[in-house]
């Protein structure tokens, strides 16, 4: 099980973390990875980390440099500390654990799903 949180109503410019506490199973050799989804388009790969220790880290291209992507395995919960928010960051953001240990941006790579958590970024 899969739970974000963390989301809520930020000013553009603003930072927010969002959290992903896992139960019931340890996620540390799977990679992890964080999508975003607006009401009528695909689901969107935002960032990626590796298994373990979270040593490979990816991202889009539009979020790149303003957000991180993180691990804490002893408690079990993924990170995504998100700066210089802009109003097109406005989604429902979904964690998720791969099938893999490595990170992969296609949402089909993905096992595990937590419920999402609503960001929304005034202009």
């Known amino acids: 099980q899969l739970q974000a949180s963390g989301g809520g109503l930020v000013q553009t410019g603003g930072s927010l973390r969002l959290s992903c506490a896992a139960s019931g199973r340890t996620f540390i050799n799977n990679a992890m990875g964080w999508f975003r989804q607006v009401p009528g388009k695909e689901r969107e790969y935002v960032a990626g980390?590796?298994?373990?220790?979270?040593?490979?880290?990816t991202y889009a291209e539009s979020v790149k440099a303003r957000f991180t992507i993180s691990r804490d395995n002893v408690k079990n919960i993924l990170y995504l500390q998100m700066n210089s928010l802009e109003p097109e960051d406005t989604a429902v953001y979904y964690c998720a654990a791969a099938r893999s240990a490595s990170p992969t941006r296609e949402a089909s790579g993905y096992s595990y799903w937590g419920r999402g958590t609503l960001v929304t970024v005034s202009s």
């Open positions: 980390i590796s298994w373990g220790g979270g040593r490979t880290t």
